[in-house]
């Protein structure tokens, strides 16, 4: 029986292999016969257009016997998109041998029939191309569409094997004489051959069928599982902490805030192994939360980085179970796959519909959140001083539990209008600095702010000036009214 080998790579092809061997010996005439062989002509001797009558009427009972195997053949040859291996080259030797045989048996009426009949058997029992290929993916599903090259394929070979019992009756006697009987079991054996095909083929179909039904059961459960973490997520937490961020983006001038990240206080927070903290304070207006947004932006130290804005006209932000909750969200979508057990915590924590209302549950959730992603977790919290003075002191005596009892490097960066460092208390080992905004440090980012405001106006006509003069005096009086804010 023929058969292909793996799709992935053949040393040789086995549609040339057969077309060789069913070529080997032929003679003249017969390869002539074979190489010009196509739908059209494969029922003739000839060529011609001029064949005789009787030919044509002998041929057209012919034509109606075999019209279930040249169907399924050009099924066969009009699927190029769906396998790779089939092309046009493949159905010619199909043709060939199929000419050669009809052409042979021609002069033995009584096996000239029983071919034609087995061959229009074969017809009926040969699995439709087209019904699989509009089903299965021929480039997913490569055994099912090996195994109907097989099939195909075998035609070539069973051509092969009825020319070689035909010659064998034509060059002796004997065999022409006991030959019959066992050229019925021939072709018994054909339809039992194909039979074998088709059920290799539809085995295939079958276990298709079953990769397609698990793949679809897990494309169910990754939804379901996308949908329900999406609701857990949302349970969370429902403040949009990149909508702030944005904001404060869209206002911030560029180059604002690089006094800060050059300093060696920020430049040894980012660099301590273990866990440490930085408090950067000032006076309201000063402009914390822009530089924060600065810090967020320009970022690039390897592990994980939270952040959070306290913004007093939205009061949601200022709760201690929305802050540690919201952390824990942003945390969380860094993760692919969320585990069954803080899913269930998650699920069950107290919540009013809206937000989680416990501070100490928010807190469990966020350490255990922060444990899947890769540290150390950068935790930068701005305007804390936003917040109740009871918030205030619940949420540092938080932190610091967070920063002193977890085993993994939390490093925190919180900005208020005072340090802080009271509040929290921190453990003697625990690194711990300051750093003020002060009016000097602020200047430049404030003057590069004002003069790319003035040039801006200048450039769309909002603001007249022709003396670069009068235009560096405004810069400089606005600098010095602004006051470090």
């Known amino acids: 029986m023929a058969s292909l080998p793996p799709l992935d790579g053949c040393v040789e092809d086995p549609w040339e292999r057969a077309k060789a061997r069913f070529l080997e010996d032929l003679e003249p005439h017969e390869k002539e016969l074979f190489n010009n062989a196509t739908l059209e002509n494969i029922y003739y001797s000839t060529s011609n257009t ?62 000239y029939e029983k071919i034609v009949d087995t061959l229009g058997r074969i017809g009926d029992i040969l699995p439709r191309f087209r019904d ?18 097989n099939t195909y394929l075998d035609i070539i070979t069973l051509c092969h094997d009825f020319r070689k019992s035909i010659r064998e009756q034509k060059n002796s006697k004997v065999r022409r004489i006991l030959r019959p009987l066992a050229f019925d079991k021939q072709f018994d054996e054909a339809i039992d051959r194909f039979r074998q095909h088709r059920q290799n083929v539809v085995e295939e179909a079958e276990t298709c069928h079953l990769i397609e039904a698990a793949e679809q059961r897990e494309a169910q459960l990754v939804l379901f599982a996308e949908e329900r973490r999406r609701k857990l997520l949302a349970r969370l937490s429902k403040v949009n902490w990149k909508h702030r961020h944005r904001k404060l983006k869209e206002s911030r001038h560029e180059g604002t805030g690089g006094w800060f ?32 947004s600065s810090v967020i932006d320009s970022f690039d130290a390897n592990g994980t980085l939270v952040f959070y804005y306290c913004d007093y006209a939205d009061k949601r932000t200022l709760e201690p179970s929305n802050v540690f909750a919201t952390m824990a969200r942003q945390a969380l979508e860094k993760v692919e796959i969320l585990p069954e057990t803080l899913a269930s915590e998650i699920e069950q924590a107290d919540h009013d519909g809206e937000r989680l209302t416990n501070p100490s ?17 950068f935790l930068v919290l701005d305007g804390l001083d936003e917040a109740t003075e009871s918030s205030q002191t619940l949420m540092c005596s938080k932190l610091k539990h967070l920063i002193e009892k977890y085993g993994f490097s939390v490093k925190l960066l919180i900005t208020a209008r005072d340090e802080l460092g009271s509040l929290l208390m921190l453990d003697p080992g625990i690194p711990f600095s300051r750093v003020p905004i002060s009016s000097n440090a602020i200047s430049l980012d404030i003057e590069n702010y004002v003069r790319a405001s003035t040039r801006r106006r200048i450039s769309d006509g909002s603001l007249v000036i022709s003396d670069p003069d009068l235009e560096q005096l405004i810069v400089s009086e606005l600098v010095n009214g602004a006051k470090g804010m």
């Open 50 to 111: 001029n064949r005789e009558d009787g030919e044509k009427s002998k041929i057209r009972g012919v034509v109606r016997k075999l019209g279930p195997l040249v169907s399924a053949i050009e099924s066969y040859g009009g699927a190029g998109d769906a396998f790779a291996q089939i092309s046009p080259q493949y159905l010619s030797p199909i043709w060939g041998s199929i000419r050669i045989v009809l052409v042979a048996a021609s002069s033995y009426t009584k096996f």
């Open 132 to 149: 699989y290929e509009r089903i299965y993916n021929g480039q997913k599903h490569k055994r099912l569409y090996q195994a109907l090259s």
């Open 261 to 292: 990240t050059s300093c060696s206080e920020y430049e040894d927070w980012q660099a301590t192994s273990g866990s440490s903290v930085l408090c950067c304070y000032g006076i309201p207006g000063c402009g914390k939360s822009v530089l924060v």
């Open 361 to 377: 549950q928010s807190l469990i959730l966020l350490q255990k959140s922060l444990e899947l992603v890769p540290g150390p977790v």
